[in-house]
């Protein structure tokens, strides 16, 4: 009996798959454990074995056409059934498919193109990929190439800014460049249209009308701007007084005493007396004007004080930056592990007197410049060795105990927070951890990290150590169950042998998912964490 075989998820955020090429055609016998194609994912070509045997009956599309996940890849059942059937039943249950009853008549033109395009299997058609695991959408940093070039593959289209790193996007057909979908600067979605590469004859605006129509973004989801300003504060600001009086002062004496004692400077004030002398119902009225205009006096209360605070003057400003794709995503994954994952933390101090003199020992030739963070990183390999829960990933209804040791190092650019990986970490030696992490470290400031290079972390260590910092918590880095913080190596008097003595000390705090890790198993990870530390040349063996 024929069975039916879907499009794979052959990659943790693959949609679709590119058939790039069929190993079995129509017709020929297909045995299990043979490869039936090579499929085109958004991280790999890979090949596909059939877990069914017989006869090859039908193909869903051909080479170079893109299949969603789940829909028909192909039939495999007996030479000469018809599976016709099952055809039908397929594309009748593919979400691709419009229910005809509840179809409507297009409107216009456009909209029948708009309606009857599907541009996901079009071969001119460019798709924004997932450049990373986490990627939602992109920026385009750059166009390479301009409407009406030449493009062949493997030159380079435009440069993507994604929530990682910017990256050269090459192309993978052929053809003049027809159409960009979105300037330099703009974003576009994953799965929204890129470009249009083809011949000069293709009909873009059916293309694009048919992209518009079924895009994943709408109109209430975008940003509304409105010519509405918030309103401005009416401030007043204090009316700048004359001077009146200049040199000599006539005034009374009463009028002298009450404008002392109420703070008034005679200069301002113009007398109603003889040749201008000054009174004492000048300076009432004088004063009683002044408090009109304050709201800070109330007529019921005595005045307490004689002193005046000076008024600031200044321009309020400001600057609002758009947010990076690196920056949205680091928002959003940590935002969901804080409130998703019950976090809770575990501080020690470890006495690295021994660690000292060890990295002084070590780097005396001048041939190679370990990092207090290289042997806490070889330390914390060998530690998750030992403690293989703490290796671990919560998956919801069942947890992952990692036997490989992938450590992410989290490092600082300016756009954000990147953590490469340094992959089976208990296996390598000092030096071939520092050669690594300085290679990280320069690849990701020069945005030249690949999605390979920060993918598949079991655990992370974030460290502030080289900024001054003394201890701090970190949020945990999924899928990891736990990450270390490490703080600076501060000098502080320490006990020895019942002696007060100076000594270096580092804290580390770990910070656990508690659906994965308890506390008992976070303390015998740090105790181990601190004897290695302390005693360096357990390391070596």
């Known amino acids: 009996m024929a069975e039916i075989i879907l499009m794979p998820r052959l990659s943790d955020t693959m949609t679709e798959g590119v058939i790039a090429s069929w190993h079995k055609n129509i017709g020929d016998t297909v045995k299990k454990g043979e490869v039936l194609a090579e499929i085109e994912t958004d991280k790999a070509t890979m090949e596909l074995e059939s ?13 170079g056409e893109k299949i969603i996940v789940n829909d028909l890849l192909c039939i495999i059942g007996n030479a000469g059934e018809d599976v016709s059937a099952l055809i039908s039943q397929s594309i009748d249950n593919s979400p691709q498919t419009t229910d005809n009853k509840a179809q409507t008549i297009p409107a216009n033109k456009e909209e029948q193109a708009a309606t009857a395009i599907d541009i996901s299997k079009m071969e001119e058609v460019v798709l924004m990929p997932r450049l990373s695991d986490t990627m939602t959408e992109g920026v385009i940093a750059s166009w390479q190439k301009n409407i009406g070039d030449t493009v062949k593959k493997g030159e380079v289209l435009a440069e993507i800014e994604t929530d990682k790193a910017t990256m050269e996007l090459e192309s993978y057909k052929e053809g003049i460049l027809l ?90 004030i113009k007398g109603s007396g003889d040749n201008g002398r000054i009174i004492k119902a000048d300076v009432d009225a004088y004063k009683q004007q002044s408090t009109d205009h304050s709201p800070q006096t109330t007529d019921n209360k005595p005045q307490t004080s004689n002193f005046q605070l000076p008024t600031p003057i ?34 020690m101090s470890i006495d690295m007197d021994a660690a000292v003199a060890a990295r002084t020992k070590l780097n005396a030739d001048g041939k190679t410049k370990i990092s207090f963070n290289d042997l806490v990183l070889k330390a914390t390999a060998i530690a998750l060795k030992q403690h293989p829960k703490v290796n671990s990933s919560w998956l919801g209804d069942k947890i992952r105990y990692n036997h490989h040791i992938h450590i992410g190092v989290a490092v600082a650019v300016d756009e954000g927070l990147l953590v490469p990986v340094v992959r089976f970490a208990d296996t390598l030696s000092l030096t071939q951890i520092t050669a690594q992490v300085k290679d990280y470290a320069q690849k990701a400031k020069d945005k030249k990290l690949q999605p390979a290079d920060w993918e598949g972390n079991t655990f ?26 490490v703080g600076g190596i501060a000098q502080v008097p320490v006990v020895k ?7 270096n000390v580092m804290k580390v705090t770990l910070s656990c998912d508690h659906r ?14 601190k004897s290695l530390l302390e005693e360096p040349l357990r390391m070596m063996l």
Not at 51 to 63: R, S
């Open 179 to 268: 159409y960009q979908g979105a300037g330099a600067g703009e974003k576009i979605v994953v799965n929204d249209l890129l470009c249009i590469i083809g011949k000069k004859d293709t009909d873009v605006n059916a293309i694009v009308a048919a992209a518009k129509g079924g895009s994943k973004q709408s109109i209430d989801d975008s940003p509304q701007t409105t010519d509405s300003q918030p309103p401005t504060p009416n401030l007043q600001l204090p009316t700048t007084e004359t001077v009146v009086n200049e040199g000599r002062i006539v005034a009374s004496p009463l009028a002298k005493k009450i404008a002392s004692e109420k703070g008034v400077d005679l200069k301002f």
């Open 51 to 63: 877990y069914k045997e017989g006869t090859l009956l039908y193909h869903g599309a051909k080479a």
């Open 497 to 503: 042998n019942g002696t007060i003595v100076p000594g």
């Open 516 to 529: 994965v890790v308890d506390g008992a198993t976070g303390a015998a990870f740090l105790q181990t964490l």
């Open 314 to 347: 200044g321009a309020e400003s400001f600057e609002e930056v758009p947010v990076s794709q690196m920056r949205k995503v680091i928002a959003k994954r940590l935002g969901e592990s804080k409130f998703s994952a019950p976090h809770f933390y575990l501080t």
């Open 460 to 485: 992370t260590i974030s460290n502030l150590g080289m900024f001054g910092i003394d201890e701090f918590t970190a949020i945990i880095n999924p899928p990891d169950a736990c990450i270390l913080a």
